[in-house]
């Protein structure tokens, strides 16, 4: 049976240095890592990592992620992924986190960062608190963002736009739920793939682009497998962390 798998996160210090992660949890006040000014956490598909960091912040990494954070003058966060921040208040040290172009700077608050790669967007949803987006080629311009509101930002023109949210979507997977709301059938198969560590390969790729709507809680490959191909006619095969997924009559069963 395929569940998610539990490959170590990586730790690399200012020095260089790297630890593997086998816990859920890393606390960066430890005496072990105090006295460091940059650390990079970076997660393999298949695992989140709970991240005390030296200012005694909060961050919960999702899989296939990197965080790189730098404590000085400011606090200074680089993401790549999702990250859930819940952010301690220091009006002398703004945190700052980076996606790409956009900074989002806050004083004490809740939110989460969702941006991977194959996204052309950043989506950040404010919980409570307040945060300032800007984008570093125009700084002087910026926007707040209020709680249980959301800012969805262009990575191709930098355009910001703003939408209401209750954040049941946007922060369901820190509670291990896999929720999809109109999605299309390629970006879910990109979740299910970093959710359980699995590569998937589609050979009938005119389905990528259906839509589907659907939660999964602490479900194992199978069963999330089992309810799509109902809903959608397809075949699918696991072996070992890949997927096959074909029509139903083209599909060779080993």
């Known amino acids: 049976t395929a569940v998610k798998q539990e490959p170590g996160c990586i730790l690399t210090e200012s020095d260089g240095s790297q630890e593997i992660i086998l816990q859920d949890e890393l606390n960066l006040l430890d005496d072990t ?17 709970r991240v005390i960091l030296p200012d005694s912040s ?8 990197r965080l790189s954070y730098t404590q000085k003058e400011e606090r200074l966060a680089t993401l790549e992924g999702e990250a859930y921040f819940e952010v301690r208040k220091d009006k002398e040290h703004p945190f700052v986190v980076q ?45 707040i963002l209020k709680p249980s509101q959301k800012a969805i930002y262009s990575k191709n023109n930098g355009k910001i736009s703003f939408h209401n949210t209750d954040n049941v979507k946007e922060t369901a997977w820190t ?51 089992e309810a799509l191909k109902f809903q959608y006619g397809f075949n699918y095969e696991i072996t070992g962390n890949n997927v096959t997924i074909n029509k139903s009559n083209q599909l060779k069963i080993k």
């Open 58 to 65: 909060q961050v919960l990494l999702n899989a296939h992620s």
């Open 175 to 225: 509670q291990n739920h896999l929720v999809f709301e109109s999605e299309k059938l390629g970006s879910v198969f990109q979740k299910i793939e970093r959710w359980y560590g699995v590569h998937i390969d589609l050979l009938c790729p005119e389905i990528a682009n259906d839509q589907i709507s659907g939660s999964f809680k602490d479900e194992q490959l199978p069963y999330v497998m």
């Open 33 to 49: 890592y105090r006295g460091k000014e940059h650390y990079i956490i970076e997660t393999p598909s298949g695992k989140n990592l």
């Open 99 to 143: 996606v790409g172009n956009l900074n989002i700077e806050v004083l004490g608050t809740c939110f989460n960062v969702y941006s991977y790669e194959e996204n052309d967007f950043v989506e950040t949803s404010l919980i409570e608190g307040s945060v300032r987006l800007y984008d570093s080629k125009s700084p002087s311009e910026s926007f």
